[in-house]
């Protein structure tokens, strides 16, 4: 965590008020003239306004849906949570999560227009580095890697989540700006960013917050799987595994310790790829993870985090997932089975007696989800219902990643807003690990099934490490514990490996956003996430009965029609909406 950075993140947010400022639609031409040419097109006036460009990655408008992880877009349609609190809250998510997205919700135009103002804000980084007469080659080439690195994410975000998107960079004319029409032909776009990035970028920067050329490695093997380009994938994820390293030189590498990934202590750790800095105390809770303030466990007094607000709760089906059999996890879809499914005080008092859960579970569950009985962190033993506004409404579970310690309160969390629920760790758009199972993605399609399974124990082998599982006071194992590395069987063909490893990123990566763009990429999103409905139907008849994914529809987010109102007939809508 670097606080000056952020610090200067903030005050170069207010910067881009003048230079690009936060019009009513991103296509509107600003005013000509003034401070951006006159004052900016210095090496010091670059290099502030870059550092608004990467404020831009927490959010520009404030809204929750715009942060960085996706806890809506990426984790609740995605079937790995479910909107919480009670119905009558956040609204705008209810339909969201039953695949009946309205374009005219406000929270995703604020997505659409917050990741614009990201492009635009790199735009205008080019566009006065150009100018800029006292800026060295060596300087300029770092400055351009950055930006465009920084635009190819915002590219990338708006594309897996929209689809068509307009594209236009530096050099588009301010009066031909909204006259941009959307494509979803953007691809070639991004990846020149991302090479041009890795070809001027440094390894080592002198702000751990700032992006490295394997950043862009990383993201250029994301963006090729993406297309399905496996091979070009596989080149980029090997050059990224054997040499990468982070921007404050460590070696890329999985820790020992899974929750250290989530632990403001452990900033900068050498499984971040590419991260989002955040701090504390500097005037603003926007640059502290403002986008989570209202998934913490609900009404906990002080003996949870947050004391608000529940909306983000892991479902039925993510922590049934966690179910092992000799060690592997159920690949065959029985685990949300009556046998299998976890027991869980579903409506029963906090108060009334409770057995736990004896069955064999992945240890990785009771780092990523709250449940009855268990330590939560360095709190107290998750209480059950005392947590959870509604259960009826959403289950029992609550969220565990990216959620701050006790002794942590006030060191490393802003409580001077509304709520304490303002924590301070980075979060991670990519880490070691993804990269780790994407790169087995790549080596499934290129026929190395052996490579491709090696990859995936490296990931299991950290979560088998008996000296980091939950434990109660005594120091034992907080449940039955039983994790096994994956058998040369199971990846005896293509279909079985893309299978393990799947199932991989979903238990490794849960919550944090990736699901639902991997189901999709993956094109199996229609099967996966109607089974879901179904058997979160059983319990939560009321939200999710009659619910549906539409092949061919729901894959993508539609165009906001708060920006085709505003562009007339430029931009068109998505299939479906």
């Known amino acids: 965590m670097n606080n000056t950075f952020k610090r200067m993140s903030m005050v170069m947010a207010m910067v881009m008020v003048l230079v690009v400022s936060c019009r009513d639609s991103f296509l509107e031409v600003a005013p000509t003239g003034s401070l951006a040419d006159a004052q900016l097109a210095t090496k010091a006036g670059v290099e502030g306004v870059l550092i608004g460009a990467y404020a831009a990655l927490n959010g520009v408008f404030g809204n929750r849906l715009e942060g960085p992880n996706h806890w809506v877009t990426g984790s609740i349609c995605g079937g790995e949570a479910n909107k919480g609190t009670d119905p009558g809250d956040y609204s705008s998510i209810n339909p969201m999560q039953r695949y009946e997205t309205d374009p005219t919700q406000g929270d995703l135009s604020s997505l659409w227009r917050g990741r614009y103002e990201g492009v635009s804000r790199c735009n205008t980084v080019l566009r006065l580095l150009s100018q800029a007469k006292d800026v060295s080659p060596a300087d300029a080439a770092r400055i351009a890697g950055e930006a465009r690195l920084l635009r190819g994410h915002f590219y990338f975000d708006l594309k897996k989540h929209f689809n068509s998107i307009p594209y236009f960079d530096e050099k588009t004319p301010a009066a031909e700006i909204p006259k941009v029409a959307n494509s979803p032909a953007v691809w070639d776009k991004i990846e020149a960013d991302f090479q041009f990035a890795f070809t001027n970028l440094p390894e080592t920067q002198g702000q751990a917050g700032r992006v490295n050329k394997w950043a862009a490695a990383a993201y250029m093997g994301k963006a090729k799987l993406y297309q399905k380009k496996y091979a070009e994938a596989k080149t980029w994820f090997d050059n990224t595994i054997t040499n990468g390293k982070t921007t404050n030189g460590r070696k890329y590498q999985l820790l020992d310790d899974y929750t250290q990934i989530f632990n403001a202590e452990f900033d900068n750790h050498a499984e971040a790829v590419m991260d989002v800095e955040s701090s504390m105390n500097t005037g603003n809770v926007a640059n502290a993870n403002y986008y989570d303030d209202l998934n913490y466990p609900y009404n906990t007094g002080l003996d949870g985090p947050g004391n608000c607000c529940g909306f983000f709760q892991p479902s039925f089906d993510m922590a049934n997932t966690f179910r ?254």
Do not use: C
Not at 436 to 446: F, S, V
């Open 324 to 577: 092992t059999k000799d060690g592997l996890p159920l690949l065959d879809g029985t685990y949300n089975s009556d046998a299998n499914a976890l027991k869980h005080d579903y409506g029963v008092e906090s108060s009334a007696p409770f057995t736990p859960d004896a069955g064999p579970v992945d240890p990785r569950l009771d780092h990523s989800i709250g449940r009855r009985g268990i330590p939560y962190l360095d709190w107290i033993a998750h209480p059950g219902k005392a947590w959870i506004r509604a259960q009826p409404y959403a289950g029992p579970y609550s969220p565990k990643k990216y959620v701050y310690y006790k002794s942590q309160e006030n060191k490393l969390t802003d409580g001077s807003s509304w709520t304490r629920g303002y924590a301070t760790m980075n979060y991670t758009i990519i880490r070691f690990a993804d990269v780790l199972l994407m790169a087995a993605e790549a080596e499934i399609e290129a026929g190395s099934l052996t490579k491709a399974r090696e990859l995936t124990n490296l990931v299991r082998a950290r979560a088998a490490n008996k000296a980091h599982w939950v434990k109660k006071a005594d120091g034992t194992p907080a449940a039955n514990y039983v994790i096994a590395l994956y058998p040369e069987s199971a990846f005896a063909s293509k279909a079985s490996a893309n299978e393990v490893v799947r199932m991989e990123r979903k238990l490794e990566l849960s919550g944090e956003g990736h699901r639902f763009f991997d189901l999709v990429r993956w094109g199996i999103a229609e099967p996966v996430l109607n089974a879901y409905l179904r058997n979160e139907a059983k319990i939560l008849v009321t939200k999710f009965g009659g619910a549906k994914f539409t092949a061919g529809n729901d894959e993508y987010y539609p165009i906001p029609q708060r920006e085709i109102d505003l562009q007339g007939t430029v931009l068109k809508q998505n299939p479906g909406y």
